[in-house]
């Protein structure tokens, strides 16, 4: 039988396709150079990186119902002004300063390849592309420095508030990040596993609380305050923006597992419960000491639950999320409470709520961890083994050193901004309030306060 040249090219060909779709053959792409994108955890991760960023409008609607009408559209703008000014910064430079390898001693990181993210172009990180990875992490540093907006309310000036979260941003939040959550970051490796902060409760709410608190006090009280009666504007949007943020914590928390599987499943939950028991504790509270329910103490609740679960809902079970919720409910009220005649003039409560929350969760969970996470810290320490009280050591180790690092730096900017750009806004711009004397509009259409 002859063979043209056509019919061994056509055998050739159909031969080539065979084996191509065989696994494991030569022809097949080779894997650890083209590693295969994991699609549910990738589409899961998208999911939670628009759930952290819807947080944002909810925390400007949540913050821009509790102030005067004469503040609501400056408040909210804090917010969204984060959005774009921490949206740059964080492509540019802070994704390298946060996950780069160690520099200057450990206190931040660096990689060239994530300065204008442009080396991850074809990353991919455990099955998902790295570009949302980076931007997953970008929305929680937008949301940070946002945060601390709420304690500064209704007397700074708009320029000089840019130019502090772009400080705080570069100063505090990127070494935080890097200690905790970069592979080679000193509290990542502390003890024997390391400190416990799933989705930030150091990294976010302790560290801007305690610069809210320092800030709130370098900047003095609101005019009038505390004895004048300081009433909100809409608690309506104040509710909405509760209810986005208890929604879009769905993805802060669970999305922090990097992961579509049981340990998201577990983080959800504990969300979910802890957010609830928080909002159950504070209608309690009031039902017993005013004899009435509040919708200002509700959402407070529910903060309170959300927050002290943070850095806790990748290791505790349910009883135990619900523990943490009453009692960080119980701390932010008292808290509340005591704030008038301690004489700082923490607005929005940053402090009172995600500062005292979130640090009662990072401390108090480690009595709630799970045996299986204790067995394997204890078989990651060697014969002596790892107890409650050695993590609880490393907890008390992160707390102390981001409230130190952040309250000090935060004073440090506080002061450069002020004779730089001025911070505190001027008597009769204050008056007048930030809408019209910053921003010459009025949220509602209205001009008086």
Known sequence: MKYTTSRIISVFFLVSGV??????????????????????????????????LLMVPGLAMFYGGLVRTKNVLGTMMHSFAAMAIIGVLWAVCG????????????VVGWSNDYFFLNGIDDAIKNGVPEYVIAMFQGKFAIITPALISGAIAERVYFRGYCLFISLWFLLIYCPLCHWVWASDGWLYNAGASGVIDLAGGLVIHVSAGVSAL????????RQGYPKTAIQPNNLVM??????????????????????SGLDTARALTMTQISAASGALTWLIIEAIIFRK???????????????????????????GAMILGAISAMA???????KPRLGYDDALDC???????????????????????????????GPKGWTVMDQFMVQLTGICATAIFAGAL?????????????????????TIGLDYSLHGEHGYGLTQS
């Open 95 to 106: 994704y390298a300063l946060a996950f780069g390898k160690n520099i200057l001693g450990g």
């Open 351 to 381: 402090f009172g709520i995600h500062g005292v929350g979130s640090g009662v969760g990072v401390l108090l969970l480690t009595f709630f961890i799970r045996d299986s996470w204790m067995k394997a810290a204890g078989a990651a320490a």
């Open 19 to 52: 084996l191509a779709s065989v696994p494991g053959i030569a022809f097949a792409a080779d894997p650890a150079a083209n590693p295969v994108i994991d699609t549910g955890t990738t589409a899961w991760m998208l999911t939670s990186t628009a759930l952290v």
């Open 332 to 338: 932010c009220y008292y808290m509340l409470s005591v």
């Open 214 to 221: 320092v800030a709130a006090i370098y900047l003095g009280p």
């Open 293 to 319: 329910a509040t919708a200002l103490g509700f959402v407070s609740g529910i903060l309170a639950g959300l927050v002290v679960i943070t850095p806790a809902a990748g290791v505790v079970q349910p009883y």
């Open 238 to 259: 104040t509710l909405m923006g509760a209810g986005l943020l208890w929604v879009g914590w769905f993805g802060f928390n669970a999305g922090s597992t990097v992961h």
């Open 410 to 430: 935060t004073l440090v900017i506080c002061v450069i901004v002020e004779k730089t750009v001025k911070f505190r806004l001027d008597p009769e711009k204050e």
